[in-house]
């Protein structure tokens, strides 16, 4: 039977030393842009470095995805608000990799936007089902905490499409430091 590290290996998921310390250093770049930006309600830039990320670096960018995740609970506490982190970050990264990995280049930034934007306004809604187990919220409930939130997945959503406007700038730059293209 093959051992758990020859799956990995198979699978492209194992990590070279270099590769540890990038994603130890991206993961620690979102939680201190998340710190950064708290005294904005809804406005970061998590959204725009996960769809970076994945792009880039595809299935390994669960990696500083979870890093992100991680420090959170471990500098605010891992309570009730935080189980939801546990699976809001990988429907993004999902969505994106669904994406097609060759799009003509003057679609890339609107597309990547688009989806940015689309996990802000649903934000509220994918956070919703985990709150309803844990406070025990029958399915109206739950509606109703949606509902309650839409103002600030409204904000949300418009952020993350403004900050998304980094996303290729950050695509570009993570390329080049993986000696993958030039900056033009």
Request: net charge positive.
């Amino acid at each position: 039977m093959p051992s758990r590290w020859s799956k990995m290996r198979r699978s492209g998921m194992r990590l070279t030393t270099r590769e540890i310390a990038v994603f130890a250093m991206l993961g620690a770049v979102m939680y201190a842009s998340k710190m950064l930006m708290e005294v904005l309600p809804n406005v970061h830039l998590l959204g725009a470095f996960v769809v970076a990320f994945t792009v880039v670096y595809r299935k390994k960018a669960l990696y500083p995805i979870y890093i992100y995740v991680i420090l959170n609970g471990i500098f605010s506490g891992f309570a009730t608000w935080w189980v939801p982190y546990l699976y809001v970050w990988t429907v993004l990264w999902g969505a994106v990799m669904l994406l097609p990995r060759h799009m003509p280049k003057k679609v890339q930034p609107f597309v990547y936007m688009t989806v940015c934007a689309a996990h802000g306004f649903l934000f509220g809604t994918l956070y919703a089902p985990a709150q309803a187990v844990l406070f025990g919220l029958s399915f109206r409930g739950m509606i109703a905490w949606i509902v309650a939130g839409l103002p600030w997945d409204l904000i949300h959503g418009v952020s993350n499409f403004m900050c998304g406007m980094l996303i290729v700038p950050v695509i570009t730059l993570l390329r080049f430091a993986e000696g993958h293209a030039e900056i033009s």
